[in-house]
C-alpha cells in the first residue's frame, strides 16, 4: 500500500467521522459516508418538505387564530364585569332603582332630606343592562369612582408588561412553551378575578389577564409568521387583527348571554383550558431552533410538518448560516437624519392609534352597553378584511394618513353632537372606529417597511412600546367625560388629525422590497441618502 493510498483512506475516515459528529447528521437518514454530505439552506428545506399550503397550515392557523382571538378576553371583559350601572342612594336595602332619583345629580351619591344631604351608606342599581358588576359589589361609584380608571391605567399597563416578559421569554424558551404560559396566566387569572372578595384582587388579576393575553397574541403571530411561506406574509401581517376582532365580537355574545359578573369570568375562561395541551401537539418553530443551533429537534419539527402535509420528510441536513447579522440598534435610528424623522413620525402615530383604538371602546361603552361595543367589534371586524384588500392597491401611506384623518374628524363630530342624538353620536363614534382599526392593521406593515434589517426589530419594538402609553391614557381621556361629554372626542380627534397630517411627510412603500441595508432605507421614496448627500458635498 503506497503513502498516497493511506492518506486517501485516512481522508475518507476523517470525512465519515465528520459526518457523524456533526450536529448536521441524522441518524433517520440513510448517508452513503463515500458520497459528500448534502445540506441545504432552512427556506429551500421549508419550501420542499413543509410546502406552502397544506393540511398542517390548516391546523396550524386554526390553533394561533384561537390564541389570538383569546386576547380580546383578556383586554375586554373587564369592560362587562367592571361596568359601572346607573344607581342612587338608598334608604333601605331592598329598595327598587328610579330612574328620576339617577337623573337627579344629588340624589345619586346623598340621600336629600328637605335641604339636607347626608352621606350615603347603600345604593340600588339598574339592573336592566346586567345584572351585578365588581363595581357594583363592592361599591366603586361616587367618591370611590377614581379606583376604577386607576385599575383601567393599570390593567392597560399589563400589556406593557406582557409584550417585554413574553418577547424575552419567547426567544430564550422557545416559541411554544412561553405561548402555553401565557395562556395559562390568561386562564388562571380569569379563574381567580372570578372567585376575588375584593376589587384590589380584581383589578390584579385584570392585570395579568391583560399581560397573558398581550402574550398569547404576540408569541402566536410571530410562530405563524416563521412557519408560513414568505409569499404569504404580507397577508398574513395584515389579516392577523382579524382573529381579534373576532374574539371582541364572542366577548360582547357571551357578555349579553351572561350578565352577571362572576359567572361571565367563568364562562370566558373556559375555552381557554386548552392551553394545557398546546405545549403537546405544537410543533416549535424550525427558524427559532436553528437560531439556538438545536439543528436535530429543527429537523423534527419540519418532519412533524411533511408529515401532516403527506410530503417528502428532508433527507438533507440543514445548512449552517455563517453570515453574522448586523444589528445597529435604536442607537443607529437616532443618529441617521431620515430614520430619525420617520421614527419619531410612527411613534406618534402609534400612540394616537392606540389611544383611540382603546379609547373609543371605553367611551362607547359608557352610551349603551351592548349596541356600543357590538358596533364597535362589528367595524373593526369590516375594517380589518377591507384593508387587507386595498393595502396593495391604494399604497400603505394614503390608508394611514386618509383614515387617521377621518377618524380624527369623526371623533370631533362625535364630540359636539348632543348626547341624546345617540345613533347619530354612535354613527360618527363608528366610523372613527373602523378608521383607527385600519391604521391598526397597516401601521404593522408600514413600520417593518420603512426600516431596514439592522434596525427593524428595534425600531418596532420601540414603536409598540410607546403605543402602551396611548392604551395607558385611554381609560383616563375616557373619563373625561365627567368633566365635559365632548373632551374624550375632541382630545382623540384632534391627536388623531394631527397624526395623519405629519404621516404625508412619510415614503410610500408599496411593491418595494425590504430594504436590507441603511442606503436601501434612505433611498426609499427616491430620496437621496447620507451617504450620498456627503459625497455631493
Same mark, same amino acid.
Given at each position: 500500500?503506497?503513502?498516497?493510498?493511506?492518506?486517501?483512506?485516512?481522508?475518507?475516515?476523517?470525512?465519515?467521522?465528520?459526518?457523524?459528529?456533526?450536529?448536521?447528521?441524522?441518524?433517520?437518514?440513510?448517508?452513503?459516508?463515500?458520497?459528500?454530505?448534502?445540506?441545504?439552506?432552512?427556506?429551500?428545506?421549508?419550501?420542499?418538505?413543509?410546502?406552502?399550503?397544506?393540511?398542517?397550515? +390548516?391546523?396550524?392557523?386554526?390553533?394561533?387564530?384561537?390564541?389570538?382571538?383569546?386576547?380580546?378576553?383578556?383586554?375586554?371583559?373587564?369592560?362587562?364585569?367592571?361596568?359601572?350601572?346607573?344607581?342612587?342612594?338608598?334608604? /333601605?336595602?331592598?329598595?327598587?332603582?328610579?330612574?328620576?332619583?339617577?337623573?337627579?345629580?344629588?340624589?345619586?351619591?346623598?340621600? +336629600?332630606?328637605?335641604?339636607?344631604? @347626608?352621606?350615603?351608606?347603600?345604593?340600588?342599581?339598574?339592573?336592566?343592562?346586567?345584572?351585578?358588576?365588581?363595581?357594583?359589589?363592592?361599591?366603586?361609584?361616587?367618591?370611590?369612582?377614581?379606583?376604577?380608571?386607576?385599575? #383601567?391605567?393599570?390593567?392597560?399597563?399589563?400589556?406593557?408588561?406582557?409584550?417585554? +416578559?413574553?418577547?424575552?421569554?419567547?426567544?430564550?424558551?422557545?416559541?411554544?412553551?412561553?405561548?402555553?404560559?401565557?395562556? *395559562?396566566?390568561?386562564?388562571?387569572?380569569?379563574?381567580?378575578?372570578?372567585?376575588? @372578595?375584593?376589587?384590589?384582587?380584581?383589578?390584579? *388579576?385584570?392585570?395579568?389577564?391583560?399581560?397573558?393575553?398581550?402574550?398569547?397574541?404576540?408569541?402566536?403571530?410571530?410562530?405563524?409568521?416563521?412557519?408560513?411561506?414568505? /409569499?404569504?406574509?404580507?397577508?398574513?401581517?395584515?389579516?392577523?387583527?382579524?382573529?381579534?376582532?373576532?374574539?371582541?365580537?364572542?366577548?360582547?355574545?357571551?357578555?349579553?348571554? =351572561?350578565?352577571?359578573?362572576?359567572?361571565?369570568?367563568?364562562?370566558?375562561?373556559?375555552?381557554?383550558?386548552?392551553?394545557?395541551?398546546?405545549?403537546?401537539?405544537?410543533? /416549535? %418553530?424550525?427558524?427559532?431552533?436553528?437560531?439556538?443551533?438545536?439543528?436535530?429537534?429543527?429537523?423534527?419539527?419540519?418532519?412533524?410538518?411533511?408529515?401532516?402535509?403527506?410530503?417528502?420528510?428532508?433527507?438533507?441536513?440543514?445548512? /449552517?448560516?455563517?453570515?453574522?447579522?448586523?444589528?445597529?440598534?435604536?442607537?443607529?435610528?437616532?443618529?441617521?437624519?431620515?430614520?430619525?424623522?420617520?421614527?419619531?413620525?410612527?411613534?406618534?402615530?402609534?400612540?394616537?392609534?392606540?389611544? $383611540?383604538?382603546?379609547?373609543?371602546?371605553?367611551?362607547?361603552?359608557?352610551?349603551?352597553?351592548?349596541? #356600543?361595543?357590538?358596533?364597535?367589534?362589528?367595524?373593526?371586524?369590516?375594517?380589518?378584511?377591507?384593508?387587507?384588500?386595498?393595502?396593495? =392597491?391604494? #399604497?400603505?401611506?394614503?390608508?394611514?394618513?386618509?383614515?387617521?384623518?377621518? %377618524?380624527?374628524? $369623526?371623533?370631533?363630530?362625535?364630540?359636539?353632537?348632543?348626547?341624546?342624538?345617540?345613533?347619530?353620536?354612535?354613527?360618527?363614534?363608528?366610523?372613527?372606529?373602523?378608521?383607527?382599526?385600519?391604521?391598526?392593521?397597516?401601521?404593522?406593515?408600514?413600520?417593518?417597511?420603512?426600516?431596514?434589517?439592522?434596525?427593524?426589530?428595534?425600531?418596532?419594538?420601540?414603536?409598540? @412600546?410607546?403605543?402602551?402609553?396611548?392604551? *395607558?391614557?385611554?381609560?383616563?381621556?375616557?373619563?373625561?367625560?365627567?368633566?365635559?361629554?365632548?373632551?374624550?372626542?375632541?382630545? *382623540?380627534?384632534?391627536?388623531?388629525?394631527?397624526?395623519? $397630517?405629519?404621516?404625508?411627510?412619510?415614503?410610500?412603500?408599496?411593491?418595494?422590497?425590504?430594504?436590507?441595508?441603511?442606503?436601501?432605507?434612505?433611498?426609499?421614496?427616491?430620496?437621496?441618502?447620507?451617504?450620498?448627500?456627503?459625497?455631493?458635498?
Amino acid at each position: 500500500m503506497s503513502f498516497g493510498t493511506l492518506i486517501e483512506d485516512g481522508g475518507e475516515e476523517d470525512k465519515e467521522k465528520k459526518i457523524k459528529n456533526s450536529f448536521l447528521y441524522q441518524e433517520s437518514t440513510a448517508l452513503d459516508v463515500n458520497e459528500p454530505y448534502k445540506y441545504k439552506d432552512l427556506d429551500t428545506i421549508l419550501g420542499e418538505s413543509v410546502g406552502n399550503f397544506g393540511w398542517f397550515q +390548516v391546523w396550524l392557523v386554526a390553533i394561533l387564530f384561537f390564541c389570538q382571538a383569546t386576547f380580546a378576553t383578556g383586554v375586554y371583559t373587564s369592560v362587562f364585569t367592571d361596568y359601572t350601572p346607573k344607581h342612587h342612594c338608598a334608604q /333601605e336595602e331592598l329598595e327598587s332603582f328610579n330612574l328620576t332619583k339617577w337623573k337627579e345629580e344629588s340624589e345619586r351619591c346623598s340621600l +336629600v332630606s328637605g335641604k339636607l344631604l @347626608t352621606e350615603c351608606s347603600m345604593w340600588t342599581f339598574d339592573k336592566t343592562v346586567i345584572l351585578d358588576s365588581a363595581s357594583s359589589e363592592f361599591g366603586i361609584i361616587c367618591d370611590q369612582a377614581i379606583l376604577k380608571t386607576i385599575s #383601567g391605567t393599570l390593567k392597560m399597563s399589563g400589556l406593557l408588561v406582557g409584550s417585554f +416578559v413574553f418577547g424575552w421569554m419567547s426567544d430564550v424558551l422557545g416559541r411554544v412553551p412561553s405561548l402555553s404560559l401565557a395562556g *395559562m396566566l390568561l386562564f388562571i387569572s380569569q379563574i381567580i378575578a372570578g372567585f376575588s @372578595t375584593n376589587y384590589i384582587m380584581f383589578s390584579i *388579576m385584570n392585570i395579568f389577564m391583560a399581560a397573558g393575553g398581550i402574550g398569547s397574541y404576540l408569541i402566536s403571530f410571530v410562530l405563524l409568521f416563521e412557519w408560513i411561506s414568505p /409569499e404569504y406574509r404580507t397577508k398574513a401581517s395584515a389579516s392577523a387583527q382579524v382573529p381579534f376582532a373576532l374574539g371582541f365580537l364572542y366577548t360582547v355574545f357571551i357578555a349579553w348571554l =351572561i350578565s352577571s359578573w362572576r359567572p361571565l369570568q367563568f364562562a370566558l375562561a373556559a375555552p381557554n383550558a386548552i392551553f394545557l395541551i398546546f405545549i403537546f401537539i405544537l410543533p /416549535e %418553530s424550525p427558524r427559532w431552533l436553528v437560531s439556538q443551533k438545536k439543528y436535530e429537534k429543527a429537523m423534527k419539527s419540519i418532519t412533524i410538518a411533511a408529515k401532516s402535509n403527506k410530503l417528502q420528510a428532508p433527507e438533507h441536513g440543514i445548512k /449552517e448560516n455563517t453570515e453574522r447579522d448586523e444589528n445597529f440598534g435604536i442607537g443607529v435610528l437616532l443618529a441617521n437624519p431620515v430614520l430619525r424623522h420617520r421614527l419619531l413620525i410612527m411613534s406618534f402615530n402609534w400612540i394616537v392609534v392606540t389611544l $383611540c383604538f382603546y379609547g373609543l371602546i371605553l367611551n362607547s361603552a359608557d352610551q349603551d352597553l351592548f349596541i #356600543g361595543m357590538s358596533s364597535s367589534a362589528a367595524v373593526e371586524l369590516l375594517a380589518y378584511i377591507l384593508t387587507i384588500f386595498v393595502m396593495d =392597491i391604494f #399604497g400603505r401611506r394614503p390608508i394611514l394618513t386618509i383614515c387617521q384623518i377621518v %377618524s380624527g374628524c $369623526c371623533c370631533i363630530c362625535a364630540g359636539f353632537v348632543p348626547q341624546h342624538f345617540f345613533w347619530l353620536r354612535l354613527l360618527f363614534s363608528s366610523i372613527g372606529k373602523m378608521g383607527a382599526s385600519a391604521v391598526f392593521s397597516v401601521i404593522f406593515v408600514y413600520t417593518s417597511e420603512l426600516f431596514p434589517t439592522c434596525v427593524r426589530n428595534s425600531a418596532m419594538g420601540l414603536c409598540s @412600546t410607546v403605543a402602551r402609553i396611548g392604551a *395607558m391614557l385611554a381609560p383616563s381621556i375616557a373619563g373625561l367625560d365627567s368633566v365635559l361629554a365632548m373632551l374624550p372626542f375632541l382630545v *382623540m380627534g384632534g391627536a388623531a388629525v394631527m397624526a395623519g $397630517c405629519v404621516s404625508f411627510a412619510l415614503p410610500e412603500t408599496r411593491g418595494t422590497t425590504l430594504p436590507e441595508t441603511l442606503e436601501q432605507a434612505e433611498a426609499i421614496g427616491g430620496r437621496k441618502t447620507v451617504s450620498n448627500l456627503e459625497n455631493e458635498l
